[in-house]
């Protein structure tokens, strides 16, 4: 809460420093025979305006910052301007524009960094829901199998002599069940394939995990992976966005069953879990027994288009660290023992946030 607090005061604050710089520079320019370009100092308040306006924002303030230093002119026009003040005049209108102009520029690029970020987050988003395409088939057709099984019975002991309404009961309910089941799958995808801001909510983390790992059940028992989860039962609750998270922990789980490939049956093993670390903060482990990380730093394996996939794209673990990192958590890598790789994050609690 004190930094929500304190970003909610920075906002107020800046604009009224422009304001107050902008009125003491017109005033100094307007009542004093300073000869300096005082105009230039206007630099500072377009500066100032990039922190809180957009575009055309910071294009209002510079156009305004001219404005202001003409009709100081126009105000003092009763004596004969002197040529320094028409110099410095000048000077101040250019330093203006070009500080307006390279403020615009520096706001587009801005702008540009994040939407390209952000359709880079929806290409992963994609490519990740391209690799689990067969183990979600299979992850709805149980649900659906289930209700053909269950609507069979229930219609067996309906026709019955006399109907056993009780089994029949029992029956539908089952049907109800798994039907909810392939309903929460299918919105899950469609959660996965939206570009939507994030929707931050309180969330389990044990119930992301296993709720992600479930979706990947397919592809660990197609490549023989022994899996084993550690889920810790005091685990606070965290403050995210449940999309985003899943996204982390199946890029994580992803990684961990390509590295695996080349590995003995009898030696694939993965284990997901999290703990409580301490009273502000959870960690979230995944481990493998595949083929290692690389000798070179590790953190390199989370910089952008960096990859030792012959296919890959290297985003997976830039985004995830995006995300991890936007949630106030940071993320790593180290080696597993004996073999293998270990990645893990971190995340603030609840605890955390209220602080």
Partial sequence: MKSQNFHITAASFLPTTAIALASGIFIADTITELEIALPAFYTAVVLISVRFCKKRGVIFVGIACIALTLVSDMLTMDTAPSEAGIINTAIGLLAIAATTYLAVKIE?????????????????????????????????????????????????????????????????????????????????????????????VWLGINEIILSTVGLLDREIQLNQISLQTGLSNDVPPIHGDKIQLQQVILNLVLNAIEAMNEAPVEQRRLFVGSEKLDAKSVLISVQDSGTGLAPENPERLFNAFYTTKHDGMGMGLAISRSIVETHGGRIWASPNSPRGAVFQFILPTGANMNA
């Fill in 108 to 200: 587009m690029e801005r702008e540009a960094t994040y939407e390209a970020q952000s359709q880079l987050a929806h290409v992963v988003r994609l490519t990740t829901l391209g690799e689990m395409t067969t183990s979600i088939a299979h992850q709805i057709n149980q649900p659906l199998a289930a209700v053909a099984i269950n609507s069979s019975a229930c219609l067996h002991w309906l026709g019955d002599d006399p109907p056993n309404l009780d089994e029949a009961k029992r029956s539908a309910c089952n049907i109800l069940r798994d039907a909810n089941r392939a309903s929460e799958i299918i919105a899950q995808v469609r959660n996965l394939t939206k570009g939507s801001p994030p929707d931050k």
